[in-house]
């Protein structure tokens, strides 16, 4: 609802001073007085702004009850503005609009898990309340849906939509200046249980965490640098500079946290935000260097991480020798050696810690003591108390017998085992719903490049999490921009028709109809392809698992963890493409009439 009076406007810029405040301070805040100075204190400010939001929207609420007559119309309070919109009061705000769009029921459905699991709960205060560690039970959750709803609800401009893309941006800025002073040893805090110097951490206390953050503001200011090129702002060539300068930044201090899974979701993030541009805006040559520059990027990462499934002792001499001269020399390069370790599952690495916290997990999910912890799991911040029946010394020894496993470093797991099968599949069910809300509003609006920054930085912390840990700060980021998402394909269905530019009506204008058969024929060779490719990872990890059919050794069982783990993937991979090639492989079409 948009308010007419000054009360109401106060509500209204003090509910969007709070989520501002929110993508500042849950990067930014950290206290070095307190014991755990990152992440409770992170959710702790999360939480009052939460609170604040509430009071606010329903002091809002109360000062605006009187209902406006049928037909009126609410505008953008900025008179400066000149891509403000005239949108029927009823279509631009409200809670029942919310849940008429694509993303509502599957949140509904993903929340009344997470409740569900909260109840039954194995440690039901750590649950409502938060652990020790990381203060993430159903109080500090509520507060990121708080915001979620309350951003969702309020955001109503293209104006608004672009100070929260520039509000990520330039609070990157000082986190990125603070990862320089700490890798340059200029960093005043005396840092005990680390040096900093080595893998930045900043203000989120640890590389990873770090990474997981800035690969978030990758897309964003990249969406930027690209309206800059494009001419579409004021100031174009000093924009295009500073925003040049600032995706460059942002992605050494990815490169100096040595993180691999943020370096993963940053490299896919950028594919995927420049091959949707391509398409988009038709630029062939652009999306044929992107192809290309792809599969010569996965055959370089492939041929650079083999060694770490099939031993180079079982080489034949000349292609060892070969590799060690090439590929072996770059892993001696600081920083580039990392991406070189991405499948590794060896004894004493970091890859066989997740191996073993998976594996350990999985038994907890498939416990036929508890088996119907299958279905609603253990419950929020449970994961550090019920770890203890599959702790092994091995992880004691690469972890620390001082460290407990409160998180598995895979966040999809951690949904299965924390709010179980149901939460699992509702929680796929919300990203689905996220990732077709965007693509909808990239395939019918003038909105594409901010959809596409807003798009891009989601792909991005979805990806690092599959080995990493959902931490307060991307945790508040990926909600935030889900309302901003879903403010802007708000705002794209109320834009009047003759403005909107339709991927399907110009696909249906082409002078050229596309034949019927050649998208048969693509979609059936497509399938069949991912089929037989299914069938050989099935008959391989059914060799390795058949009792008695080979001697297990080390090397064969990181083996086989590390295809089970890529089958999973290739299995998820293979429903989405499904999803996104089915309604009349128009996704398809277009990327082959654009090449």
Request: aromatic content about 14%.
């Amino acid at each position: 609802m948009t308010s007419s009076t000054k009360l109401g406007i106060i509500c209204d810029k003090f509910l969007e001073t709070c989520w501002l405040a929110a993508l500042v301070l849950s990067p930014f805040y950290m206290n070095i007085y307190t014991h755990r100075m990152f992440e409770p204190d992170k959710a702790c400010v999360i939480r009052s702004l939460a609170l604040l939001m509430l009071v606010f929207y329903f002091v809002k609420i109360l000062e605006t009850k009187t209902v406006k007559p049928a037909g009126s119309e609410a505008k953008s309070k900025d008179p400066h503005s000149s891509t403000s919109q005239t949108i029927p009061e009823k279509s631009l705000s409200g809670f029942w609009h919310f849940t008429k769009s694509p993303i509502f029921l599957p949140f509904l459905l993903f929340v009344s898990a997470y409740v569900i699991s909260v109840i039954f709960s194995a440690t039901p205060h750590n649950s409502i309340w938060g652990g020790y560690d990381r203060l993430e039970g159903l109080y500090t959750n509520a507060s990121f849906w708080v915001i979620f709803i309350l951003t969702a609800l309020n955001l109503k401009t293209r104006e608004q939509t672009e100070r929260l893309i520039n509000t990520v941006i330039f609070t990157s800025i000082p986190i990125v200046a603070y990862s320089f002073i700490q890798r340059f040893r200029l960093d005043p805090v005396p840092w005990s249980q680390m040096d900093p110097s080595g893998r930045v951490s900043a203000t989120a206390g640890n590389p990873i965490f770090l990474a997981a953050y800035i690969v978030i503001a990758i897309p964003l200011a990249l969406s930027r640098l690209v309206r800059s090129l494009r001419g579409e702002v004021t100031s174009p060539i000093l924009k295009a500079i500073f925003y040049g300068s600032a995706v460059l930044l942002l992605i050494t201090v990815v490169v100096l946290s040595q993180s691999r899974g943020p370096m993963v979701g940053m490299f896919i993030s950028t594919f995927i935000f420049l091959f949707i541009y391509s398409l988009a805006y038709r630029k062939k040559k652009l999306l044929k260097i992107i192809i290309a520059t792809s599969i010569i990027g996965v055959i370089f990462l492939g041929i650079f991480n083999l060694p770490h499934n099939i031993p180079l002792a079982k080489w034949p001499s000349p292609l060892r020798n070969a590799w060690e001269k090439t590929f072996g020399s770059l892993m001696k390069v600081n920083y580039l050696r990392q991406l070189g370790r991405l499948t590794e599952t060896q004894s004493g690495t970091s890859g066989r810690t997740r191996m073993i916290l998976w594996n350990g997990v999985m038994k907890l999910i498939t416990d036929k003591d508890v088996p119907y912890r299958f279905f609603i799991g253990y419950g929020p911040e449970s994961l550090s108390t019920v770890y203890y029946k599959n702790y092994t010394m091995e992880l004691a020894s690469l972890e620390g017998h001082n460290v407990h496993a409160d998180r598995s470093h895979n966040h999809y797991l951690d949904v299965w085992v924390m709010h179980g099968l149901f939460g699992l599949i509702a929680y796929l069910l919300l990203l689905f719903s996220i990732i077709y809300t965007g693509l909808k509003v990239i395939l019918k609006s003038n909105e594409k490049i901010i959809m596409l920054g807003l798009f891009s930085a989601i792909i991005a912390h979805l990806v690092e999490i599959f080995v990493g840990i959902a931490i307060v700060a991307t945790y508040t980021h990926f909600w935030i921009l889900v309302a901003g998402i879903y403010a802007t394909y708000k705002l794209t269905l109320q834009k009047p028709a003759e403005e909107s530019i339709s991927l399907r009506n110009r696909l249906t204008s082409s002078t050229k109809e596309p034949d019927a058969s050649d998208h048969f024929n693509f979609g059936f060779y497509l399938l069949l392809g991912y089929s037989v490719l299914t069938i050989i990872i099935a008959f391989i990890l059914f060799m390795f698992t058949w009792p008695g059919g080979q001697v297990v050794t080390m090397e064969i069982k990181s083996a086989r963890d590390s295809l089970i783990n890529f089958f999973y993937i290739w299995l998820i991979a293979g429903f989405i493409l499904g999803i996104v090639a089915w309604p009349r492989y128009l996704f398809w079409t277009y990327v082959m009439q654009t090449l």
